[in-house]
């Protein structure tokens, strides 16, 4: 199993950036597609981003053009760049890990973080 933990939230102005950080732990030698969810009050988890080990990646509708995932798999830790933040992407944002190819599906990822806040207002 690999252990997961996030850092990097916090509050920021709509219009602003934050960059999230995942770092793994554990059976890194496993090859991870790593991914970002979030979940606002009131709502269901949903996906943000994945990325694969060899730098694939996926973005949903909401996020594209304004988020950027990314890893160091040397530091086993993977990124996300959020930017042009709006209040809409208030939420709890969670990563995840799942052996093989990249999914969008919460239900294909088995390992979690402990998640972190992202909170965008004025």
């Known amino acids: 199993q690999v252990q997961l933990v996030e850092s990097g939230g916090g509050l920021v102005q709509p219009g602003g950036s934050l960059r999230l950080s995942c770092a793994a732990s554990?059976?890194?030698?496993?090859?991870?597609?790593m991914g970002w969810f979030r979940q606002a009050p009131g709502k269901e988890r949903e996906f943000v981003a994945a990325?694969?080990?060899?730098?694939?990646?996926m973005y949903a509708d909401s996020v594209k053009g304004r988020f950027t995932i990314s890893r160091d798999n040397g530091k086993n830790t993977v990124y996300l760049q959020m930017n042009s933040l709006k209040p809409e992407d208030t939420a709890v944002y969670y990563c995840?890990?799942?052996?093989?190819?990249?999914?969008?599906?919460?239900?294909?990822?088995?390992?979690w973080g402990q998640g972190t806040q992202v909170t965008v207002s004025s």
């Open positions: 995840a890990a799942r052996p093989g190819g990249v999914r969008r599906e919460e239900t294909d990822f088995d390992a």
């Open positions: 554990g059976r890194t030698r496993v090859v991870y597609a």
């Open positions: 990325i694969s080990w060899n730098y694939d990646t």
